[in-house]
């Protein structure tokens, strides 16, 4: 996989492409530090009905991006998939944004977690493809944030789990030797951006945390889903609870 890091200037810059979308300058596109992003739409319009905003006219037609009155943080929103999140990142961060936070969600590989358990992930295995282009293999297969420590008396105070995940592309090849060898590794939960996202920010300079609910189960080979799970709803208004007391 090393073979995709090539640290030459590319050609298509974040710059380039909002500022042609949008038909707006650099001056106008000028985000604040902080940056939220979400991956679920019902997620975004609680946070939205929650906290006091206004929308980023500048950035319409190209990122529903809402700014939070009173705070140097916006809000936005990622589709799923390494990818998604990448771009997203890269173009944020091209316009000011310096701190990026993560709400997420995984299904669990490990038998000492449960439906509604949030994860501050400390790292990533990187089994996407997005991260080779931005990091080579030379650290290793697991990508770290370095933003983990600050976050820790809070994450103490909310009961938020600390430790590593897995970030698989491929959602339907998430099979039973892999999940029991990486479970056997220590590794928590399975989701599909984090080492993407991680490896973008490091690329980028930039800090970041994710924190994910765990939604489903996947042990002993058999797939439970917790999305209508009175445990998971609490575990993601926990989060909710956090992200607007302690994040924003």
């Keep these: 996989m090393k073979r995709f890091f090539d640290c030459s200037r590319p050609v298509l810059t974040p710059r380039d492409l909002v500022t042609t979308f949008t038909k707006r300058t650099y001056e106008d596109l000028t985000l604040p530090k ?48 390494g990818p998604n999140i990448a771009a997203l990142v890269e173009e944020l961060a091209c316009f000011g944004v310096e701190e990026f936070i993560v709400w997420g969600y995984c299904g669990a590989i490990n038998e000492g977690l449960e439906l509604g358990d949030v994860i501050a992930v400390r790292g990533a295995l990187r089994e996407d493809g997005v991260s080779f282009h931005y990091i080579d293999d030379s650290g290793g297969d697991i990508v770290y944030t370095d933003w983990i420590d600050y976050w820790d008396g809070y994450t103490k105070e909310y009961n938020l789990l600390d430790g590593i995940i897995w970030s698989c592309d491929a959602i339907y090849r998430e099979t039973e030797k892999k999940i029991e060898g990486y479970n056997r590794k220590g590794i928590l939960a399975v989701e599909m951006e984090v080492a993407s996202f991680y490896s973008v920010c490091k690329y980028r300079g930039v800090k970041a945390i994710a924190f994910v609910v765990v939604s489903d189960l996947l042990i002993n080979g058999i797939w439970k889903g917790g999305f209508h799970d009175g445990s998971f709803k609490r575990g993601a208004k926990r989060l909710f609870d956090f992200i607007i007391e302690k994040v924003i």
């Design 34 to 81: 902080r940056a939220l992003i979400v991956f679920d739409s019902g997620d975004l319009r609680r946070l939205l009905g929650r906290l006091r905003h206004s929308p980023i006219h500048a950035w319409s037609g190209f990122r529903a991006i809402y700014r939070i009155d009173g705070k140097d943080t916006i809000l936005t929103r990622s589709y799923f998939g």
